[in-house]
C-alpha cells in the first residue's frame, strides 16, 4: 500500500512535466490512495473525507482545472441528520456552529468558452468504520475502504478530465465533480444541484460513476437515464466499439448523485457495474477491482462525450421512477439478484445463510425462470411474482443450472 507521501510525490511531479503514467498504472494509483486505511473509509465530515477532498484538489490543480468551488476548488456543506427515520437529512450552506458537521464537493472546470457544458461527477466518500448502511456482522469495527463504492468512479473521473483537458476545437466545456454525502443520502449532490457554481441552463449532460470497478466476464455495464433524453439510446450503441454488454435502464431516479440533476430537468446518464458480495463490507479494496475493465468503460464514455460535442443542446424528457412501480414485499427468497443481467429469468449473484432459496437448494449463477404461477422473464416480473407470497406460504420455483431446467419447494 502506497503511503500518501508517495501518492503526493507522484503528483508533483506529474505537475512538473515528467512523463504521462499508463492509464491502468494511474487507476491503480487513484484507487489505492483512495481506498487506503489512511483515509479511514472518507466517511463524510471526517478528517479522512478531508484528506480524500486534498488529494481530489490536488489532482485537479495537477491537470490544470480552474477551480470552481467556493473555496477554490471546495465547496462546503453543513447537514444535520435527522433522527426520523421518515425525514430527510437537511443540507445547507456551510454553519459556524461546531455540532453541524460539514462535507465537502470538490470542483475542477475546463472553461472552453462554449455554450454548454458537461458535468462529470463521482462520489468519494464511503461509510467510514462502518455503522449504518454497512453489511458487515462482525462485533469488531473495521475500516470499510470503499475500493469500488466509490474510488473506483473517482478514479475515471480523473481519467476522464486528463482525456477531456485538452480536448482541441471542442464545443463543451467540462466540469468536474467529487461528491461527498452520498452515502448519507445524496449529500453534496444535492447542495450543488441547488447552488450550482455554474449556470445549470448551461448544461448538456450529467454523467454519474459510481460502482465501476467490477466489470464481469460477460463485459455488462448497465446504463441509468437512457430515457432522459431521446438521443441516448442511439448514442449508447453506437459508440460501443468496446464489446461492451449495455443492460439500459430508462429511469433518472436511482440511488446516486445522478438524480440530484436529474430532478433538475437535466439529462442524466449513471454508470454501474453491479453489486457484489463485497459491497458495503471492509472487504471491498483496491485489489478486487478489474483496472483494464475500468479503463475500457472510461474510453466508452469519453467516446460518448465527444460523440456528442458538435451536436445540438440536448433535450430533456421526464422518465418512470421505476422504484416507485416496484412490489412491496412480505417474505423474501434470500437472494442476491444479478442487476446486470440481461438474458430471461432472473440469475442469482449470491445467496444468503439460512434462508428460503439456501435451504431449498439454490445455487449462485442459477437462472429463476418460474416462481409458482408466475413467468419469470426479468427483475421486475420477479418482484411481482414474490410479493404475492406470505410468511408460512410454500411454492414451486423452476430454475435453469446450465444446460438443466430443475425444480424446488420453496417455504417461506
Not at 462554449?114 to 475500516?143: C, M, N, Q
Not at 406470505?390 to 431446467?405: L, N, P
Amino acid at each position: 500500500m502506497r503511503t500518501i507521501t508517495v501518492l503526493f510525490s507522484l503528483l508533483i511531479l506529474s505537475s512538473c512535466g515528467a512523463p504521462s503514467v499508463a492509464p491502468v498504472d494511474q487507476l491503480k494509483t487513484d484507487v489505492a490512495y483512495l481506498a487506503s486505511d489512511e483515509l479511514e473509509g472518507r466517511e463524510t465530515g471526517t478528517k479522512g473525507e478531508q484528506l480524500a477532498a486534498d488529494y481530489l484538489a490536488q489532482r485537479f490543480a495537477a491537470l490544470g482545472l480552474s477551480p470552481k468551488g467556493v473555496e477554490d476548488y471546495r465547496q462546503k456543506f453543513s447537514y444535520k441528520p435527522s433522527t426520523n427515520p421518515h425525514e430527510q437529512t437537511k443540507v445547507d450552506a456551510p454553519s459556524q456552529d461546531q455540532g453541524m458537521p460539514q462535507g465537502i464537493n470538490v470542483i475542477g472546470y475546463k472553461d472552453n468558452g462554449a455554450d454548454k457544458t458537461v458535468i462529470i461527477g463521482a462520489h468519494f466518500d464511503h461509510l467510514g468504520w462502518g455503522g449504518e448502511g454497512s453489511l458487515y456482522r462482525d462485533s469488531i469495527p473495521s475500516v470499510h475502504n470503499g475500493a469500488d463504492d466509490n474510488a473506483s468512479g473517482v478514479a475515471l473521473l480523473l481519467y476522464l478530465a486528463e482525456r477531456l483537458k485538452d480536448e482541441k476545437n471542442t464545443q463543451s466545456n467540462y466540469l468536474f465533480i467529487g461528491f461527498s454525502g452520498e452515502e448519507k443520502g445524496l449529500l453534496g449532490s444535492n447542495y450543488f444541484a441547488k447552488n450550482p457554481t455554474i449556470d445549470l441552463a448551461s448544461v448538456n449532460v450529467m454523467i454519474n460513476m459510481d460502482m465501476v470497478g467490477r466489470l464481469n466476464e460477460e463485459n455488462t455495464l448497465a446504463v441509468h437515464g437512457v430515457g432522459t433524453s431521446p438521443r441516448f439510446k442511439q448514442l449508447l450503441f453506437a459508440n460501443n466499439d468496446f464489446g461492451l454488454n449495455i443492460a439500459e435502464h430508462e429511469s433518472g431516479v436511482g440511488p446516486s448523485d445522478h438524480t440530484s440533476f436529474y430532478l433538475m430537468d437535466l439529462p442524466v446518464l449513471h454508470f454501474f457495474t453491479g453489486q457484489h458480495e463485497d459491497y458495503h463490507k471492509p472487504s471491498d479494496d483496491a485489489d478486487k477491482i478489474n483496472y483494464p475493465g475500468l479503463e475500457t468503460i472510461g474510453q466508452y464514455i469519453y467516446a460518448l462525450v465527444t460523440d456528442l460535442d458538435d451536436d445540438p443542446k440536448l433535450s430533456f424528457r421526464k422518465t418512470k421512477n421505476e422504484s416507485e412501480e416496484t412490489p412491496r414485499f412480505k417474505v423474501g427468497l434470500g437472494v442476491i439478484p444479478d442487476y446486470l443481467y440481461t438474458g430471461t429469468g432472473m440469475r442469482i449473484d449470491g445467496v444468503s445463510e439460512d434462508k428460503p432459496a439456501q435451504k431449498a437448494g439454490l445455487q449462485k449463477g442459477d437462472v429463476v425462470v418460474r416462481l409458482g404461477d408466475s413467468t419469470v422473464t426479468d427483475m421486475m416480473s420477479y418482484m411481482r411474482a414474490l410479493s404475492v407470497f406470505k410468511q408460512g406460504d410454500s411454492t414451486q420455483a423452476t430454475i435453469e443450472r446450465g444446460a438443466e431446467s430443475l425444480e424446488f419447494r420453496i417455504d417461506f
